[in-house]
């Protein structure tokens, strides 16, 4: 009888496929036709044509991302609907010719029930089917039985194996990591489903230890809002928020897997256009540079570059002496000043007023002279103040334009200048943040740039005819997208902005995201973060600048605070630019780590004082913890030896080296020794078997095995060192090897 179900099984994804392989060949024959068709300089029918250009790539493109496991599930209705008592669940919706359903999108309301549905509360579910798949072959099904009339000599409905509800969910937490994450749509449990599909009004705050699937949830919430939300975030877009580029590349496949491939992906290194920052500061820098003080400080910094000069002023205008009071530009910089404008922006509004009176006392000067003034003089007069070398010196000094590059660097490399900016700091303080100005920016720099170009705004310059041109033509694509989409009746399945952007005869043809990703005054209507508990206050500002609208998946573990500048609690941290609209959820449910690494990992950071959140891992490892000692061989080489010994157990997995930062250079060049090709250092130890991290670098991750150089001194190496062995401790889904120096 099993035999027989899984061969229907296969029969009917057999199917599937079909369908989606035809809808794939349809696409790509209209695509092809749009993409051929000429419309002559009709700028309606360009528009027309390009709008449905943009919505077949879009539809292609998620069509052959689902191809892997496009079926996970199916559900035995107590009600069946359209006729059928069956309901299949998978990546996508899929419908035949006539419009009838065969396959139910995870992400609709119709599946909801394959996450939920439970004993006591079926939902109208008689039996859950869990479909396990080897490309596009079914090769195991099994069933968890609600409705007991179900249960005869064959076990479980339509005579298939029955199990209790955890026998996909183990398969899929025992196989081996690849140096990527998937997705766990096949798996979601319960309470992760509840929280993936709460709205998305307000800041959601999804608390929870290590390997309670807080990154998966939050990458499926993203996929669920775009689903669901299509029509508002399909223009603006989703931004999600990183720890580290290796963190980046970890999850990079997951969306894409879920049919969304328009999401912002970045680091707090990059949350500032044009910078890539990598490098961490020192726990005292970092600690400044994350506080609210230095908004307060940047203010300061850029109302003192306005300045009334001590003394008056004589300058020179085509031979003609004029001296200049302090009061006339101290008016000219009130007048600029009251309107609260950016400083870039104002300078325009000053450096008007200070020319108006500039002209006004050279006239009179040159009436009281004896000249004759008129109307016409006084044009000339103003081009010649305009222009007057003198004049632009005396203007630039009182206010100079600035970028926030050369802000921040200036503060930075200025130390009586910042000195004047703080006196209430320590030389301590000062001295943290002192460094020279061709020092490259930290990753907490990111955000203080980011500040900084809000205070102050554009930097001036003149666009040249064809910037002009092109914004005139935007203008025009726009309205003309409007019109065709209108026409066309396809609202909600593509926006005007998008369908702009893929116009043929537009040069620069950008993608929604890359669009946003370039533009700093961007704005999201959905920002996922994820280690949110190491951000520092200045970093919140401008992911709140990102999303005015204040719709977030906020995803941590406070526990794992390692940042100098991250928060001991969440009202803490979300309370300054949230106030009271955000909310808490939390998982519990430990599905990665085995019970008998969760249990020392917790008990390690309870004795550290760490406010961790207990959980309950599902399964007990095969393999107790093993600690070694280097005894006569250096640390570097005992670790090489713990990550031979562990690929002696099972050499196709993959493994993480995790050292202090002061022992990962050596670590890694003795790990690669030995390994060669299988191993790297940082981001690209992800792609091969062995990757050497610090403690830093593996938050977020998981491997099948880790191997921790020297505990006591990842403990030992920030003031939160702490959370960062708790963090390393919890990483492996099967074997942890503590390596200590002798």
């Not at 700093?520 to 973060?529: A, F, M, P, Q």
Request: proline share 4%.
């Amino acid at each position: 009888m099993l035999e027989s179900e899984l061969e229907r099984e296969r029969s009917i994804v057999a199917g599937l496929y079909r369908r989606l392989d035809e809808l794939r060949a349809e696409t790509e024959e209209r695509l092809i036709r749009v993409r051929r068709e000429s419309v002559g300089g009709n700028h309606q029918a360009r528009s027309e044509r390009d709008a449905f250009a943009r919505l077949y790539e879009d539809q292609l493109g998620q069509l052959r991302e689902v191809d892997a496991r496009l079926v996970f599930g199916r559900l035995l209705l107590e009600q069946p609907s359209d006729g059928s008592a069956h309901r299949y669940i998978g990546r996508i919706g899929l419908r035949d010719d006539d419009q009838r359903s065969l396959l139910v999108d995870w992400r609709a309301q119709q599946a909801s029930a394959f996450y939920q549905a439970t004993a006591s509360e079926r939902m109208g579910v008689r039996a859950r089917r869990h479909l396990t798949m080897t490309g596009r072959q079914v090769v195991r099904v099994d069933d968890e039985v609600f409705d007991e009339a179900l249960l005869g000599a064959g076990g479980g409905a339509d005579g298939a194996e029955v199990i209790q509800g955890e026998g996909a969910l183990m398969a899929a937490l025992t196989t081996q990591r690849t140096g990527r994450m998937h997705d766990i749509v096949a798996t979601i449990q319960a309470e992760q489903d509840r929280i993936i599909r709460s709205d998305l009004r307000g800041a959601l705050v999804v608390q929870g230890g290590p390997g309670t699937g807080k990154t998966a949830v939050a990458l499926h919430r993203a996929a669920y809002l775009l689903y669901a939300n299509r029509q508002r975030l399909s223009a603006s877009g989703v931004l999600v928020v990183g720890p580290s580029v290796a963190f980046l590349r970890y999850i990079e496949a997951v969306l894409p897997s879920l049919g969304e491939t328009g999401v912002v992906m970045q680091t707090l290194g990059e949350l500032f256009p044009g910078v890539e920052a990598t490098v961490e500061d020192e726990p005292e820098a970092a600690r400044l540079k994350g506080s609210a003080t230095m908004a307060r400080l940047l203010s300061r910094a850029v109302r003192s570059r306005q300045r009334v000069p001590a003394e008056a002023q004589t300058i020179d205008i085509d031979g003609e002496k004029l001296v200049v009071e302090p009061d006339l530009i101290a008016r000219a910089l009130g007048r600029a000043q009251r309107g609260g404008k950016p400083h870039n922006v104002a300078r325009v509004t000053f450096v008007k007023a200070a020319l108006g009176e500039l002209v006004g006392t050279l006239a009179a000067q040159l009436r009281a002279g004896g000249s004759t003034v008129d109307e016409a003089d006084v044009k000339v007069l103003r081009e010649d103040l305009r222009t007057s070398y003198d004049v632009r010196v005396m203007l630039n000094t009182a206010w100079l334009p600035l970028t926030p590059q050369k802000l921040l660097q200036d503060l930075y490399a200025r130390p009586a200048w910042l000195a004047e900016l703080t006196p209430r700091w320590s030389d301590a303080e000062r001295a943290a943040l002192a460094r020279d100005r061709s020092a490259p920016f930290t990753v907490s720099d990111a955000a203080l740039l980011d500040e900084a170009a809000e205070l102050l705004g554009p930097f001036p310059g003149k666009p040249d005819a064809g910037a002009r041109e092109r914004d005139r033509q935007r203008k025009r694509d726009l309205e003309n997208a409007r019109a065709a989409i209108k026409n066309m009746g396809v609202e909600g399945l593509v926006n005007a902005e998008q369908l702009a952007d893929g116009f043929a005869e537009q040069v620069d043809n950008g993608t929604t995201a890359e669009r946003a990703a370039a533009d700093r005054t961007w704005t999201y209507g959905h920002v996922v973060v994820d280690e949110a508990q190491e951000l520092s206050p200045m970093q919140w500002r401008v992911l709140v600048r990102r999303c005015p609208m204040k719709s977030f998946t906020i995803v941590g573990d406070i526990a794992q605070v390692g940042s100098a500048a991250g928060a001991t609690g969440w009202a803490e941290a979300l309370t300054p630019s949230f106030k009271d609209s955000w909310r808490l959820e939390e998982l519990t449910v430990n599905y990665r780590t085995p019970a008998q690494i969760t249990r020392e990992a917790e008990r390690l950071a309870e004795e550290a004082g760490l406010p961790i959140t207990r959980t309950r891992a599902v399964r007990e490892g095969e393999w107790p913890i093993r600690r070694v000692t280097a005894d006569g061989a250096g640390l570097a080489e005992a670790v090489a030896l713990a990550v031979a010994a562990d690929r002696a157990i099972d050499a196709s997995g993959t493994v993480a080296v995790i050292a202090p930062a002061a022992h990962v250079e050596a670590v890694a060049g003795a790990v690669e020794s030995r390994f060669g090709d299988h191993a790297a250092r940082g981001a690209a130890g992800l792609t091969r078997a062995i990757a050497v991290l610090t403690g830093y670098e593996a938050k977020g991750l998981e491997f099948d095995a880790v191997v921790l150089a020297d505990p006591d001194a990842l403990a030992a190496e920030s003031p939160r060192g702490a959370a960062s062995l708790y963090v390393a401790m919890t990483r492996p889904t099967q074997r942890l090897t503590l390596v200590s120096p002798s």
